[in-house]
């Protein structure tokens, strides 16, 4: 019953085209993906299910000279939030329970938005165990929410020192532009002190742990057994040179003051305690840091974080009168047979006053009074240029190049100075104040106790530095870190009649004689920086033991009045107590096996 | 050797054995896909014991006298329709879809019911002996009789299903001998609809081919203005439609046009589906060693998803090899539906080629990422009791044709 066009043969031919067609390009198709693109689908297929868990290294730890620990590690939970995951309405019971201000995770992810939404961020840090308790309770609901074990930085010792330990932060997105390969965002990296100084030793590599991961991100099982995983590689512990007991006597000498100390070790140019104060608590660094904190921090009028002991600049007073007395007599202007007399001031175009009538000085004495008349007059001796010369030689006005981030470096005038000042003419009487270390003149206390290293050491020693070296994880033996020499070059002579005279300050008849030991011949020079802005500057700079000097000093209290009264006693705590930390316990310095150029 | 031939002459080997091995492989992708997945483990046991009660419907179906089809085509197609409009009334949403009709712990999905039903259905009123298919009458009958089931499948909403019901109802047009222009007629407005879908340029292109058509077919202009004019209003319509459709199924017409816009939302399966199968290669990664599938990348992937666990475990062989097969059956089933000299059985033949063939090209289409992601299974192989048994018994018809092929000739 089949009509002509029923089912015809043609109709046929088409059906069976249509069938052979499709599979055709159906069978192409798999022959494109499966053969042809198998590579790229295959590498989609590996990105999709092997995830790479960073695996943070230990950063290295901090070591006194004497291998006490000063700065550790600790375990400390860290909350994350993934916001491809996340559900902001948990912001408020998250931010509730962490114990972070309302809007701080809103701004954080949005701070966030520029890295991939599958990127766990990091909300805080260091949370408190009973966090982590609740979070395991209530995980179910907590979606995009979970926690890593991380470690932070520990003080153990109790030692503060924030300015020269410094501290770690999450890293910048300018920083991670530039080093995108190393770090990846909530990586926390050094941010101040040796922490940024040293962040590429201290730091380690990271590793990574293969896993598989299903769609839902949950981890299924390792990826080879473990066998692709690269463990990660603790960072370089350092040796500072840091005493750990002169630090610690130091901080607290500084408590309720306002100024700097640094003690070095003449010969090398070791920094055995460093104090800027006020300073602040690094534990409120190592985890979350509240803006309230950061807040009270950086409105403090007294700056806290401001490293006063590299960064500060004030006239240097009369521990600057070494510095003349030394020219003069490596010049050979003056000898110790050379006097002059006081008569309470001096007179060049006006009346420059001495604190007391010293009557005939030589330059002993003159040191030994601190008479400002033996002084001013001497400078004109010297020439201005020549006397920039010898405090150039001594450091002044240049940056010391320690490995401590920040450094100013201060004023040291010569004639040009003047003259672009105030002309050609310039009115020479000036030159009578910079004597006596007043004036333009502005150095460090990093600067000044570089100088009585110098001195206490007859010219020679080397750039100021707090890490002395590292340790070489597979040897276990300490890497020194070698720093550059400086050489005054001025005669042992000039040193000799100097450091006598700087004994005297203590032991003579000085302005610093409330601060004598029965058993350490210190040695010493008080200084008071005049402050148009208010009270004086204390300062103190000295050394001991007089014989064969194994610490020298500079110490700074601002706004306090005369430097023998208020800066001496602090220098003597920290000179005893460094001196003493030789008794007892013996030294244990592990085996030197290299050294490393710096500079 | 007797004996076997008269088994051949009966039960047609080429019919079975390839739908048996399609099944196999079906297992296979369903137990690969669900033996890590707590909550489908349980798919593997069922779809054994839908097999077991599919196989039996097949041979029951392939055992029945073949007049019984004829006189049963117009009930069955009102008890077909019963039943959409009770899943419509009482039916289960599951994904989005009220398509499942539950007893105990059963589902059920109608609509598969309805595809047979209809293609019988339409055979019988075009089998008649005074139809005329380029007759106005009898093409609008017949798309009346394929369209109310549409209507009540899109009502779930499954446009999948909607979309086979249409190809069928077409294949079974141009099998009874429509004309071109009758069948330009009867394409025209869904040519313009679906291009309306795309946007005003593809709208406006399509319209303008349209009456290039009309001016080439040179009938008179009355008659062409009325097909331009229903052309035009099915392209509005199918806009307004598409502006109706659930939100989830536009998102999926939109990331059939570009999958990367929302490589987590609608275009999702499409590109994870695509990693699988051309992370396979040649060989394949090997049975439950697939990581896409083991991982479960791939949201319900034993169901219309399950040629990607062929693609990925069994590689470029295992495909090509399932793709052979069921090109083997689809010309065995032609070559039946040619030699079928009755009209009803023939046009039955060639609607159940049509539907297997449909399900095959739009779900393989959307699994290597040339058709958009339209929720229909691949038969045999795709997890789902209905759809396998309803397979099962079309292919049961099929194969009772040729036992009794003879009678017809």
């Known amino acids: 019953m089949k009509t002509e066009k029923f089912g015809s043969l043609k109709r046929r031919a088409i059906i069976y085209a249509l069938i052979i067609g499709s599979v055709i390009v159906l069978a192409g198709r798999l022959f494109q993906m499966q053969i042809l693109q198998r590579i790229e689908y295959d590498m989609k297929a590996t990105d999709n299910s092997i995830k790479s868990i960073e695996l943070q290294p230990l950063r290295g730890v901090f070591y006194d000279r004497n291998y006490k620990v000063l700065v550790s590690n600790v375990p400390a939970y860290t909350i994350r939030v993934t916001p491809a995951y996340y559900d902001t309405s948990l912001n408020k019971i998250l931010e509730t329970v962490i114990g972070t201000e309302p809007g701080y995770i809103k701004t954080l992810l949005q701070k966030n938005k520029i890295y991939s939404k599958f990127l766990p961020v990091k909300v805080r840090r260091g949370v408190d165990f009973r966090v982590i308790a609740w979070f395991e309770e209530n995980s179910e609901h907590l979606t995009g929410v979970d926690y890593i074990i991380e470690m932070q930085r520990f003080y153990p010792e109790g030692i503060i020192a924030s300015h020269t330990f410094g501290y770690t932060k999450e890293i910048s997105p300018e920083q991670l532009a530039k080093e995108k390969e190393i770090y990846k965002p909530g990586d926390y990296v050094g941010h101040s002190g040796i922490e940024k100084t040293y962040e590429k030793l201290i730091s380690g590599t990271k590793g990574y742990k293969y896993v598989l991961v299903d769609s839902r991100q949950r981890q299924i099982s390792r990826y080879h057994d473990g066998k692709e995983d690269l463990q990660p590689v603790k960072g370089n512990d350092l040796v500072l040179s840091l005493e750990a007991s002169a630090q610690r006597v130091a901080e607290e000498e500084f408590k309720g003051k306002r100024g700097a100390l640094v003690a070095i070790e003449p010969s090398s140019g070791e920094i055995l305690a460093m104090v800027s104060s006020p300073d602040y608590d690094l534990n409120r660094f190592s985890y979350y840091t509240p803006k309230t904190f950061l807040d009270s921090i950086y409105s403090d009028p007294f700056t806290p974080l401001f490293n006063r002991a590299t960064m500060s600049i004030h006239p240097p007073g009369s521990t600057f009168k070494m510095l003349s007395a030394l020219a003069a007599l490596d010049m050979g202007i003056i000898t110790t047979s050379y006097t002059s007399t006081c008569g309470g001031g001096f007179t060049f175009g006006r009346f420059f006053k001495c604190h007391g009538n010293h009557g005939t000085v030589n330059v002993v004495t003159a040191i030994e009074k601190s008479c400002n008349s033996f002084f001013y007059r001497l400078i004109y001796k010297i020439g201005i240029d020549k006397w920039k010369e010898y405090a150039t030689k001594f450091g002044f006005g240049n940056l010391t190049g320690s490995d401590l981030t920040e450094e100013v470096p201060g004023l040291i005038p010569d004639e040009n100075y003047y003259k672009k000042r105030y002309g050609e003419n310039w009115p020479r009487s000036i030159m009578a104040s910079l004597g006596i270390g007043q004036g333009e003149v502005s150095v460090t206390p990093l600067q000044l106790a570089l100088y009585a290293s110098l001195i206490a050491n007859d010219g020679k020693s080397k750039t100021p530095h707090v890490v002395r070296g590292y340790i070489d994880d597979n040897t276990e033996k300490l890497v020194s870190l070698e720093y550059k020499e400086i050489n005054t070059g001025v005669s042992q002579s000039a040193f000799d009649i100097v450091k006598h005279a700087m004994y005297l300050v203590v032991n003579g008849h000085g302005t610093a004689t409330h601060i004598k030991l029965p058993d350490i011949a210190i040695c010493g020079k008080t200084g008071t920086a005049q402050n148009p802005h208010g009270k004086d500057h204390a300062w103190f700079i000295g050394f001991a033991p007089y014989e064969n000097p194994k610490i020298a000093i500079a110490v700074l209290v601002e706004n306090i009045g005369f430097g023998g009264t208020h800066a001496a006693p602090i220098a003597k705590k920290v000179i005893q107590a460094y001196l003493n930390s030789f008794k007892g316990e013996g030294k244990t310095f592990k085996d030197e096996v290299a050294v490393v150029k710096v500079n | ?409």
């Open chain 2, 1 to 409: 050797m007797r004996i076997d031939y008269n088994i051949k002459d009966k039960f047609d080997f080429g019919l079975f054995l390839p739908a048996l091995i399609l099944f196999g492989f079906g297992l296979l992708a369903i137990y690969s896909s669900t033996v890590n997945n707590s909550f489908a483990q349980e798919n593997f046991q069922r779809q054994l014991v839908w097999g077991a009660f599919a196989f039996i419907v097949f041979f029951i179906t392939y055992s029945l006298p073949t007049n019984i089809f004829k006189s049963f085509a117009i009930p069955g197609y009102l008890i077909s329709l019963l039943l959409l409009l009770a899943v419509l009334a009482i039916g289960r949403q599951i994904s989005g879809s009220k398509s499942w009709l539950v007893i105990g712990s059963m589902g059920f999905q109608p609509s598969e019911i309805a595809k047979i039903a209809t293609i019988m259905a339409i055979a019988a009123y075009l089998s008649r002996n005074n139809s005329n298919i380029d007759s106005f009458k009898d093409i609008l009958i017949t798309l009346a009789i394929g369209v109310t089931p549409v209507l009540l499948i899109l009502l779930e909403p499954d446009m999948g299903t909607s979309i086979v019901f249409m190809g069928v109802i077409l294949i079974m047009f141009f099998w009874k001998g429509i004309s071109s222009f009758s069948l330009f007629v009867v394409l025209s407005p869904a040519f313009v609809a679906v291009a309306a879908i795309f946007g005003t340029i593809y709208f406006i292109v399509a319209l303008a081919l349209v009456i290039v058509l009309l001016v080439t077919f040179k009938k008179d202009l009355f008659f062409s203005a009325s097909i331009f004019a229903i052309g035009l209003s099915s392209g509005f319509f199918a806009d307004y439609v598409y502006h109706a459709l659930s939100p989830h199924q536009q998102k999926r017409i939109q990331s059939f046009l570009d999958p990367n816009a929302d490589p987590l939302g609608a275009g999702y399966n499409t590109i994870q589906a695509k990693v699988a199968i051309g992370s396979g290669g040649l060989t394949g990664k090997g049975f439950l060693a697939g990581n896409q599938t083991q991982l479960q990348f791939i949201p319900e992937q034993w169901t219309d998803f399950a040629f990607c666990v062929i693609g990925e475990e069994f590689g470029f062989i295992g495909s090509i090899i399932v793709i052979s097969i069921f090109l083997i059956l689809f010309l065995r089933i032609l070559k039946l539906t040619y030699n079928t000299k009755d009209e009803f059985l023939s046009l039955v033949s060639v609607g159940i080629l049509s539907v297997y063939l449909i399900h095959f090209i739009i779900n393989l289409g959307m699994v290597v990422g040339i058709l958009p992601v339209i929720g229909i299974p691949l038969p045999f192989i795709s997890y789902g009791g209905s759809s396998l048994l309803v397979n099962m018994f079309m292919l049961g018809i099929v194969a009772n044709l040729y036992r009794t092929r003879k009678n017809y000739t």
